[in-house]
Structure formats: structure tokens, C-alpha cells
């Protein structure tokens, strides 16, 4: 049937998949795949989150596709199921967070963390580049880049915005939808949609910074960015606490999910749970890129297996040419998205 498929109008693929054909049912949501799971990330702040909502979503689009008003766009009427599956999957569970906006900074003194929370109260890193999220914007009427819609700024700010002015912003600024579309895959009016977007725009703008990482990335350019990185691996492999304090703004912020400590200033991170411990080589980095950001996938040596394994995936932020944060996700299953190794020979 694939052979066939490939060669048949999306008409035709409604009828047949209308009928039960579940490879044409395929072949007609997956061009869509990887920007619905984009969108259930910012609606939810999770990737595991974001791919359950996307199969409940699918499924009912499957169930309901004969339904379907063939005069509507069946893009815009998977992000209604798929925005609609979020709302329900937000009033279920409390949202995520990061831990800057969990409590204040830690005591410069105090260096031991506490116990950390369970997982299904912090954020997840999400993995664009592997996904397949596309440059620039998704439609002339988007405010905002596709990438930088998942920054961690961006998408941690989401996730204070009440779950239908989050829904509203999303369609409307990222995603370049009319008020009208709005209101009718949130069943409201034009007005409503209108107001909701002027209450998100204030409270997002409050919480963003001033640049974007990608406007930042692309005045740093390719090479540069990649030199930092690699200066970044090379203070840490060889425990060059100095070297590492110097790649650091003044005002830096090391976070470590799902730990809610974390520290603020310079030197209260070169202070933290952030530097090496023990004589090199101990440490070792992988470079990804998670959120639209420079990151590195972490990994400690375990001396009794002889090898090195996960421990931290690294999401850096950056102004200009220093780090200003770094958000450690602390939770070595989060490496399997991002296709890094499972662990590093010795």
C-alpha cells in the first residue's frame, strides 16, 4: 500500500484512511509529526509530556477523521485536537518548572543539595535539531522564531501564563493563526481571543530576556559558538576551575533540575555543585543542542564498569560572549532523545 499511497491527493487519503486504511491515516499526519510535538512541548513543558499528549491527539484524530470538514485545512484542524488534548493534559497535573522560579538562590555557603523533587515538577530539555523543528517563522503573522519559541526562557515563561492565554499566544505569535482560527479551535469568540492575547504578550514579555538565543547565536556566528564550546569542554575535562569561572557573566546562574537549589553570581557557581571534583580525567563532554541552544551532554567515570556514564545534560545560555546560565538536567534519561551515547569508553 506505501507505494501507492506516496502517489495518492490528500483527498484520496482522507477517503482511505476514512475507510480504515491506517497507512494512509500515516502518510497524511506525518508531514505534520515533528511541528505538533513542538507545540505540545511549549503547551506542556515536557518532551515525555509533549509525545503522550501527541499520540492521545492522534488518536483522535484517527477516531474522529471521518468527521473531518474536508473545506477546513487539516493542518490547522490537528492543532485544534492537539491543543485541545494539552488543555486537558494541563488541568490534570500541576506545571513545570525550573528552579529559579521555584524559591531564591542558595546560601553562597552552602554547597550540599538537598533532596531532589520528583520529575514531574521540573521542565524537560527538548531536542529540536533531532525532531526537525525548522528555522525562522512558521507563518508571515508569527512574532516569534520557531526555534526561539523553545528556548528555555521562553517556554519556562509559557508555562506561568494561565493554560488558555498560554494555548491563545502560541497560535497566535508563534504559529501566525488569525484571532477567528483561534476562537474557533478554543470555542470561543474573536473578542476573547483578543483580550487573552494582550494579558500573555504583557505577562511573557515580563519574564523574557532582552535578546533571544538566536539572535545571539547568529551574531556570535557558527565558528565562535562552536569555539566556546569546545573551550567550555576543555575547562571542565581537565578541572580547570579558573578557566570555567572566566566563560561565566557576573550575574551567572547554574540550576540543576530536579534539585531546587541553585545559585546566582559568579561566584556563587564557581562555589557550587557546577565545578569539578577529583583529579582529570574524570569528566567528559558530548556537544548537542537542545532548545535552539548550545548544550553538552555530561558524563562522570565510573571507575568499577571502567567507563564514562551520564550524568547531566547541559543547556547553556548565553549573552553575548559569556555564559550567563546553566541549566543541568541532572536526570541521565533525558540523554536517549537527543541520541547522545549511552556511555563513553574509558
Same mark, same amino acid.
Given at each position: 500500500?506505501?507505494? %501507492?499511497?506516496?502517489?495518492?491527493?490528500?483527498?484520496?487519503?482522507?477517503?482511505?484512511?476514512?475507510g480504515?486504511?491506517?497507512?494512509?491515516?500515516?502518510? #497524511?499526519?506525518?508531514?505534520?509529526?515533528?511541528?505538533?510535538?513542538?507545540?505540545? *512541548?511549549?503547551?506542556?513543558?515536557?518532551?515525555? &509530556?509533549?509525545? &503522550?499528549?501527541?499520540?492521545?491527539?492522534?488518536? /483522535?484524530?484517527? +477516531? @474522529? =477523521?471521518?468527521g473531518?470538514?474536508?473545506?477546513?485545512?487539516?493542518?490547522r484542524?490537528?492543532?485544534?485536537?492537539a491543543?485541545?488534548?494539552?488543555?486537558?493534559a494541563?488541568?490534570? /497535573?500541576?506545571?513545570?518548572?525550573?528552579?529559579?522560579?521555584?524559591? !531564591? !538562590?542558595?546560601?553562597?555557603?552552602?554547597?550540599?543539595?538537598g533532596?531532589?523533587?520528583?520529575?514531574?515538577?521540573?521542565?524537560?530539555?527538548?531536542?529540536?535539531?533531532?525532531? @526537525?523543528?525548522?528555522?525562522?517563522?512558521?507563518?508571515?503573522?508569527?512574532? *516569534?522564531?520557531?526555534?526561539e519559541?523553545?528556548?528555555?526562557?521562553?517556554?519556562?515563561?509559557?508555562?506561568? =501564563?494561565?493554560?488558555?492565554?498560554?494555548?491563545?499566544?502560541?497560535?497566535?505569535? %508563534?504559529?501566525?493563526?488569525?484571532?477567528?482560527?483561534?476562537?474557533?479551535? #478554543?470555542?470561543?469568540?474573536?473578542?476573547?481571543?483578543?483580550?487573552?492575547?494582550?494579558?500573555?504578550?504583557?505577562?511573557?514579555?515580563?519574564? #523574557?530576556?532582552?535578546?533571544?538565543?538566536?539572535?545571539?547565536?547568529?551574531?556570535?556566528?557558527?565558528?565562535?559558538?562552536?569555539?566556546?564550546?569546545?573551550?567550555?569542554?576543555?575547562?571542565?575535562?581537565? @578541572?580547570?576551575?579558573?578557566?570555567?569561572?572566566?566563560?561565566?557573566?557576573?550575574?551567572?546562574?547554574?540550576?540543576?533540575?530536579?534539585?531546587?537549589?541553585?545559585?546566582? @553570581?559568579?561566584?556563587?557557581?564557581? &562555589?557550587?555543585?557546577?565545578?569539578?571534583?577529583?583529579?582529570?580525567?574524570?569528566?567528559? *563532554?558530548?556537544?548537542?543542542?537542545?532548545?535552539?541552544?548550545?548544550?553538552?551532554?555530561?558524563?562522570?567515570?565510573?571507575?568499577?564498569?571502567? +567507563?564514562?556514564?551520564?550524568?547531566?545534560?547541559?543547556?547553556?545560555?548565553?549573552?553575548?560572549?559569556?555564559?550567563?546560565?546553566?541549566?543541568?538536567?541532572?536526570?541521565?534519561?533525558?540523554?536517549?532523545?537527543?541520541? =547522545?551515547?549511552?556511555?563513553?569508553?574509558?
Amino acid at each position: 500500500m506505501s507505494s %501507492v499511497s506516496e502517489q495518492l491527493t490528500e483527498k484520496e487519503l482522507l477517503e482511505a484512511a476514512c475507510g480504515g486504511d491506517e497507512d494512509a491515516f500515516r502518510r #497524511l499526519v506525518e508531514p505534520h509529526r515533528a511541528e505538533l510535538h513542538a507545540h505540545c *512541548y511549549r503547551m506542556l513543558g515536557s518532551v515525555h &509530556d509533549a509525545e &503522550d499528549a501527541l499520540q492521545e491527539a492522534l488518536l /483522535r484524530a484517527w +477516531r @474522529g =477523521l471521518c468527521g473531518f470538514n474536508r473545506r477546513s485545512r487539516l493542518r490547522r484542524w490537528l492543532y485544534r485536537i492537539a491543543t485541545n488534548t494539552c488543555l486537558d493534559a494541563v488541568a490534570r /497535573r500541576p506545571k513545570r518548572v525550573l528552579p529559579i522560579d521555584y524559591g !531564591p !538562590p542558595v546560601d553562597p555557603e552552602a554547597r550540599q543539595a538537598g533532596e531532589p523533587l520528583a520529575e514531574t515538577a521540573w521542565m524537560e530539555p527538548y531536542p529540536d535539531e533531532i525532531i @526537525g523543528i525548522d528555522e525562522g517563522y512558521a507563518a508571515p503573522e508569527a512574532r *516569534y522564531e520557531q526555534r526561539e519559541a523553545v528556548e528555555l526562557a521562553f517556554v519556562a515563561a509559557l508555562q506561568h =501564563l494561565p493554560p488558555r492565554q498560554r494555548a491563545v499566544l502560541i497560535l497566535r505569535e %508563534v504559529l501566525g493563526f488569525s484571532a477567528k482560527e483561534v476562537s474557533q479551535t #478554543l470555542g470561543t469568540t474573536v473578542a476573547s481571543v483578543n483580550s487573552a492575547l494582550q494579558r500573555a504578550r504583557k505577562g511573557l514579555d515580563e519574564r #523574557l530576556p532582552e535578546k533571544s538565543q538566536q539572535a545571539t547565536l547568529r551574531s556570535l556566528g557558527d565558528a565562535r559558538a562552536r569555539e566556546l564550546v569546545r573551550e567550555f569542554i576543555d575547562a571542565f575535562e581537565q @578541572g580547570d576551575v579558573d578557566a570555567i569561572v572566566a566563560l561565566l557573566a557576573d550575574d551567572a546562574r547554574f540550576t540543576m533540575p530536579p534539585y531546587t537549589e541553585w545559585y546566582r @553570581g559568579r561566584e556563587a557557581v564557581a &562555589d557550587s555543585w557546577l565545578m569539578p571534583g577529583g583529579p582529570p580525567p574524570r569528566l567528559r *563532554y558530548v556537544p548537542t543542542r537542545a532548545n535552539g541552544q548550545l548544550a553538552v551532554g555530561a558524563y562522570q567515570l565510573d571507575e568499577e564498569q571502567n +567507563r564514562f556514564v551520564p550524568i547531566a545534560l547541559d543547556v547553556l545560555t548565553l549573552r553575548d560572549e559569556q555564559i550567563v546560565e546553566i541549566t543541568a538536567f541532572r536526570t541521565p534519561k533525558v540523554f536517549g532523545p537527543f541520541g =547522545l551515547p549511552a556511555q563513553l569508553a574509558a
